[in-house]
C-alpha cells in the first residue's frame, strides 16, 4: 500500500519532468531544467534523500524506480541537449552568413596627376631616344631667362611672354619697367639650356622638364604650367634631325601616324625657328572647333640654335650646331584626354582627378 503511494509520487515526477522537457527551446533553458531536477538541490536529489526515512520494505522498490527515472532523465537531457546544440549550431551560422555582393570599405588610392602622366610619357620617349634630363630652377635671373637667349632688354619678344617679377630692384613695379628687374619666375623652360651648356662641353642631349610660369589665365592658359625643353649640340646636326626626332616623338606620344606639318615662326633663340602643327585627330582635319576649322593643331616650337646663343655660352659657332624645342605639357594632356579647359588640372576636383 505504502510502495504504492509512494512510487505514484515518484512517477509523477518523471512525468513532470517529461513535460516540461518538451517545451524547452535553448540549451539554457535545459539547463535549468537539469539543475531543478538532478541537480544538487534538485527534485529528482531531493527524493533519493527521503529514501533513508522510508520503511525498509519499501525503500528497495521505490530507491530502483528514483534511480531509474534518473536515469532515464539524464538521458533525456542529454539526447535533447544534442538537438539544441545543433539547431544552435545551425542557427549561428545562418546569422553569421557574409553577404559578399555588398559593396565592401575600401581605402580610396591615391593616383596620378594627368600632368604626370603625360610628363613621364614624354620623358619615356626622349629617354628612349638617348636623351638625359637636366633640370633648372623655377626662380631664376633676367640674364638665363632673357638675356643669354637673345632676348634683350628692348625686345619685343619680352612681350609674348608675361612674367611674373620678384625683385625689381627694389623699387615697386609702379615705379618702374619690368626691364630693370632681375630676378623673375622663369617663364620657359629654356634657360636650362644655356646653364647646361655652360656647364659642358658638347655633344648635348637633354630634355628639361619642369614647371613654368606666366601673367595669363583662362581657358588655355594658366599661370603655373608644365614644359619640356629639348637640346641637341653636336658637329654635324642638321634641321633634318630636328625633323626626325620631333616627327619621331610625335607618333609615339599620341600614339598614332599623324600627319605633321613644320610652320616657319620666329623665336630669339633659334634660326630659322618653327612651330610645329599635327593633323587635328578629333575631326581626321575636315576642321572643328579644337583646330579651330583649320585641320592643325599647334603642338611646339623649336629650331636650330641660334649662333649668338652658343657666342653666349662661348661655344665656337664655327664648330658647333644644334637644334631646340620647348613643348607645352598640358596643351599635350588635353589633346590626348579631350580636355577642354586648362583650370580643370589645378582646381583639386576629385571627380576629375580620379578618371585617371
Ligand atoms: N621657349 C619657347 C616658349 O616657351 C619654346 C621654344 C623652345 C622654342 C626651344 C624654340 C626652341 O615658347
Known amino acids: 500500500m505504502e510502495t504504492k503511494e509512494h512510487l505514484t509520487q515518484y512517477s509523477s515526477l518523471k512525468d513532470r519532468f517529461l ?16 539543475a531543478r531536477y538532478i541537480g544538487k538541490n534538485g527534485a529528482v536529489t531531493a527524493a533519493l534523500k527521503t529514501l533513508a526515512g522510508l520503511p ?4 528497495g522498490s521505490v530507491g530502483k ?41 575600401y581605402k580610396k588610392a591615391g593616383g596620378r596627376h594627368p600632368v604626370s602622366i603625360v610628363m613621364k610619357e614624354i620623358i619615356d620617349v626622349f629617354v628612349s631616344m638617348g636623351f638625359s634630363i637636366e633640370e633648372g630652377p623655377e626662380v631664376e635671373t633676367d640674364y638665363y631667362n632673357f638675356e643669354a637667349l637673345n632676348i634683350p632688354k628692348d625686345h619685343p619678344a619680352r612681350d609674348m611672354q608675361d612674367t611674373f617679377y620678384i625683385s625689381t630692384n627694389h623699387i615697386s613695379r609702379a615705379e618702374t619697367s619690368h626691364r630693370d628687374a632681375d630676378v623673375l619666375l622663369r617663364t620657359h623652360t629654356s634657360p636650362v639650356q644655356i646653364r647646361a651648356m655652360q656647364r659642358t662641353t658638347p655633344p648635348l642631349r637633354f630634355i628639361a622638364p619642369g614647371k613654368v610660369y606666366r601673367c595669363d589665365s583662362d ?16 658637329t654635324n646636326i642638321s634641321f633634318a634631325n630636328l625633323k626626325a626626332v620631333l616627327e619621331g616623338f610625335l607618333q609615339l606620344v599620341f600614339d598614332r601616324n599623324l600627319p605633321v606639318r613644320f610652320r616657319p615662326s620666329f623665336f630669339p633663340f633659334t634660326e630659322p625657328s618653327t612651330e610645329v602643327d ?4 578629333f575631326c581626321e582635319q575636315s576642321g572643328c572647333r579644337i583646330c579651330k576649322g583649320t585641320g592643325w593643331i599647334e603642338i611646339l616650337g623649336a629650331g636650330m640654335v641660334n649662333p649668338k646663343v652658343f657666342q653666349m655660352v662661348g661655344y665656337d659657332t664655327e664648330r658647333y650646331c644644334g637644334f631646340a624645342f620647348g613643348i607645352g605639357i598640358e596643351r599635350v594632356t588635353m589633346l590626348k584626354y579631350g580636355i577642354d579647359d586648362i583650370r580643370l588640372f589645378y582646381e583639386g576636383d576629385l571627380r576629375f582627378l580620379r578618371q585617371f
Open 219 to 234: 581657358i588655355t592658359h594658366t599661370p603655373m604650367f608644365h614644359q619640356i625643353e629639348g637640346l641637341v649640340v653636336d
Open 65 to 105: 524506480l528514483i534511480n531509474e527515472d534518473k536515469t532515464l532523465i539524464t538521458t533525456a537531457l542529454k539526447e535533447k541537449e544534442d538537438i539544441l546544440k545543433k539547431q544552435e549550431i545551425s542557427k549561428k551560422i545562418a546569422s553569421d552568413k557574409i553577404d559578399i555582393t555588398l559593396p565592401g570599405y
Open 278 to 281: 599635327i593633323g587635328c585627330f
Open 19 to 34: 513535460e516540461e522537457l518538451s517545451l524547452i527551446k535553448s540549451t539554457v533553458e535545459l539547463n535549468t531544467l537539469r
Open 56 to 59: 525498509t520494505e519499501v525503500r
